[in-house]
């Protein structure tokens, strides 16, 4: 395996940099000790649940909350106009956007329960507080609520037609954001001269988050110091305390978020949700601590979904297939909500994420993004990068089919060149580096592309279809945030790292101690990560849009320089020198400080000791070797990389199996490649499941058709094969360990190099395109020439 090391490696081997060391954490999880939010109980708890509707769209005439609040064990119960007549604020609505007009977009008010209209199935609008969980369900079922059903609309675009039921009537239509990028006037000219123009409606399928771990939180209140405490599982507890402020109408300094073990996220955790102000205001009202635990089925409904794009995508090419322009136009849905629903994904990152490894001169994108009555649209895994990434690579299959060019060599023919770099696109990214025909050609050798038509060949032998597909792809990480790098040298002899992202499946301790330790020599064994207490924190951005390693290991870096500089102060006092004759050096041995020139020196970890033994130092001198740094973000990078997949198709079933599935990466400095490789698994494995299996379905009425397990299919582990991964890294040169990100990217090459597979296996039966989920009922379909009705939904699951 081709695994690039940082050349700052110089620490102990075994925990280098560009090692596969072992999560720190396994042992614990693996025993069934971690913490994750519902194992945590406080004496005196009582427990929340929250009223849900069971209409997608209604009027609320009355909520009659007597019989509940009369049941056994009920503490309180809580209305929407209650916790406003309580003092509480709106919930938080996210980022904005400007109109293509240059207005503000729409952001309707949401208080924390719904007060006037239930706007989708799921929508809460009571909740309940008793001494049991069994007491407070009862009394659950006992509110009763008038409701006056009203109409329901489910997709965006929909949404947008004439006479469409109004989710907010705050808003013009349902429109939130009319979002446009691009100079329409040029890319018009550039279509008008193309030699060719591909076209396609591509819709990117709804799906459900599913972590292992259902959302659950404790809220609490301490009326000496005024002050909120909340336990729950999230994807930073600095970003979340700043989204409490708000809702709680309250000061940071008041509102202490503590995290232990989190069960996955993959973004759609990292969003304040109307629970939390529910049962934080009933923790301050009651005097006890206040629990709330989602269960599978209510997830369905109350955690944000991911994807939802309805895109019609166009691209001009000239005679040669080269690129001349992008055009993106269609829709984003984003649900009921913007607390935990959000515009990004069918906007500014499509914009960002369309280029991919091409050559692009022109691109517009046109988006309009509006309100259903559907559960909130959030982030999840890749966050418009995926999406984006497969429109394109849809696109470019497509142009080659149609202009009779090979698909690997119209990718060829539009890569962006090495010698290009930085490289400006028309999103206003610029590309530090990359390697992108390389990285194509190493791909295709190691899936043997050339062996595919025996493969073929055997596959047809046994009655079944065979295709494949190239799925090459690039992304833009998270933006740049403010990051804490603070290194404590602990009372036991221990360094804790103390920095804001959040590890809610990734393992950053260990890759986070091997940077640390190869900076300043200091035992791995001997380091811890604090992450999950805001009151520790001076800054810190949560972990999302694959950024962690470089925004903490940058921090990292910086703190350590940090340590050095106070070390060779406490050290020359130490050893009796001139500061300027102290040097500092990470050896087999670990870091030590000494006098150049002699073999005189001090170890980090024995100055360390010395200090906690009483080390004398004058006032003038630092008193300590921990430090507490604050990094500005480094800017954007752009993992990338083409997978290669394989899939056979069982004609009279429809039945699709992926068979072969291989992978190069440039990761930059892949850090740990065992966790790289995890993270690249567990992204594939996701891919596979939208593109093969996950899809919401919704009603007529707005009901959800899919809102269990037994209706909602995910992948399982006989659908995916064995993957081939290697890397091709080229370090980036944004930030000081020239590392990329890698925790969504596997979503990113998945989709298309699946569904371009699948084409390939299809085409010769006239098929151009197939949308996810590629059920076997749609598959087959597609093989008899019955086009799937626009608006009909019948794939409830694959089963």
Request: net charge negative; charged share 20%; hydrophobic share 40%.
């Amino acid at each position: 395996m081709d695994v690039p090391v940082a050349p700052l490696d110089v620490g102990f081997e075994k925990y280098a940099i560009g090692q596969p060391v072992s999560r720190k954490e396994d042992p614990t999880l693996l025993r069934g000790r971690g913490r994750y939010s519902d194992d945590l109980n406080l004496p005196g708890q009582a427990y929340a649940v929250m009223v849900r509707s069971r209409f997608a769209h209604g009027v609320i005439r009355a909520i009659d909350t007597a019989a509940a609040r009369s049941m056994p064990g009920v503490l309180a119960l809580y209305t929407g106009a209650d916790l406003l007549a309580a003092g509480l604020g709106l919930m938080p609505s996210g980022m904005s956007f400007k109109n293509r007009d240059g207005s503000e977009m729409s952001k309707p008010r949401q208080p924390p329960l719904t007060t006037d209209k239930v706007r989708f199935v799921g929508d809460p609008f009571a909740c309940v507080v008793a001494m049991t969980p069994k007491q407070a369900k009862d009394a659950a079922e006992a509110v009763s609520a008038e409701i006056d059903p009203l109409p329901a609309v489910t997709t965006a675009r929909e949404a947008d037609a004439p006479g469409t039921p109004r989710v907010h009537e705050a808003t013009k239509g349902n429109l939130i954001l009319d979002f446009h990028h691009g100079d329409s006037v040029k890319v018009e000219e550039a279509f008008a001269r193309a030699a060719h123009v591909t076209r396609m409606r591509i819709r990117n399928s709804r799906v459900v988050v599913c972590p292992m771990e259902p959302r659950s939180a404790i809220g609490e209140y301490d009326p000496a110091s005024e002050r909120y405490t909340l336990r729950l599982g999230c994807q930073g507890v600095f970003p979340m305390r700043q989204l409490l402020i708000g809702p709680l109408r309250t000061t940071v300094e008041k509102i202490r978020v503590l995290t232990g073990n989190v069960g996955g996220s993959f973004g759609m955790k990292s969003s304040c949700y109307p629970e939390y102000i529910a049962i934080l205001h009933a923790a301050r009202v009651l005097g006890r601590p206040v629990k709330w635990t989602d269960e599978r089925s209510e997830s369905f409904l109350s955690d944000s979904h991911g994807r939802d794009h309805d895109m019609e995508q166009e691209m001009a090419f000239d005679a040669e297939g080269r690129i001349l322009a992008l055009r993106v136009t269609g829709y984003g849905n984003v649900g009921a909500y913007l607390s935990n629903g959000t515009v990004l994904q069918p906007t500014g990152n499509v914009v960002k994420n369309t280029i991919g490894v091409y050559a692009t001169p022109l691109q517009e994108v046109s988006s309009r993004v509006m309100f259903t009555n559907t559960s909130p649209v959030g982030p999840y895994r890749g966050a418009g990068r995926p999406e984006s990434n497969y429109y394109l690579e849809r696109l470019l299959d497509t142009a080659a089919r149609e202009m009779g060019i090979d698909v690997a060599e119209i990718r060829r023919r539009n890569h962006i060149r090495p010698d290009a770099f930085p490289y400006r696109t028309p999103g206003g990214t610029v590309y530090d580096s990359g390697d992108f025909s390389a990285l194509l050609d190493q791909a295709l050798a190691l899936a043997d592309w050339n062996g595919f038509p025996a493969r073929r060949a055997e596959s047809r032998a046994r009655g079944k279809l065979r295709g494949r597909g190239i799925g090459q792809y690039l992304e833009v990480t998270g933006p740049p945030a403010k990051e804490m790098g603070g290194i404590r040298f602990e009372p036991d002899g221990t360094v804790t790292i103390i920095t804001g992202t959040l590890d809610y499946g990734q393992g950053h301790a260990t890759p986070f101690a091997q940077v640390l330790s190869s900076r300043l020599g200091i035992p791995f064994e001997k380091i811890s990560l604090l992450q999950g207490d805001s009151d520790e924190m001076l800054a810190g951005g949560g972990t999302g849009g694959s950024k962690s390693m470089m925004a903490s290991g940058t921090a990292i870096v910086e703190a350590s320089e940090r340590v050095i500089e106070n070390g060779k102060k406490i050290a020359a006092h130490v050893l009796e020198a001139a500061l300027a004759d102290i040097e500092f050096e990470v050896g087999p041995s670990g870091g030590r400080f000494g006098i150049v020139g002699t073999d005189r020196a001090v170890g980090i970890m024995e100055l360390a000791a010395r200090m906690r033994e009483g080390l004398a130092l004058p006032s003038d001198m630092p008193q300590t070797l921990s430090v507490s740094h604050v990094a500005e973000g480094p800017p954007f990078s752009y993992p990338n990389g083409c997978h290669i997949a394989e899939v056979e198709v069982e004609p009279e079933t429809g039945v699709v199996t992926l068979a072969r599935y291989t992978m190069v990466n440039d990761f930059g400095t892949v850090i740990n490649p065992l966790l790289v490789e995890g993270q690249a698994h567990g992204g594939v494995v996701q891919g596979i499941g939208q593109a093969l299996f996950e899809h919401v379905v919704y009603d007529e009425a707005g009901q959800p058709l899919t809102g269990s397990f037994m209706d909602y299919a995910l992948p399982r582990a006989d659908a995916a094969p064995f993957f081939t991964i290697a890397y091709h890294s080229v370090p980036a040169k944004t930030n000081v360990l020239g590392v990329k990100g890698c925790g969504e990217a596997g979503c990113a090459g998945a989709l298309p190099s699946i569904m371009n597979a699948l084409v390939d296996a299809l085409a010769e039966f006239g098929v151009r395109h197939i949308d996810m989920p590629a059920t076997p009922e749609r598959v087959w379909r597609a093989i008899h020439g019955q086009a799937e009705d626009e608006g009909q939904e019948e794939d409830v699951g694959a089963g």
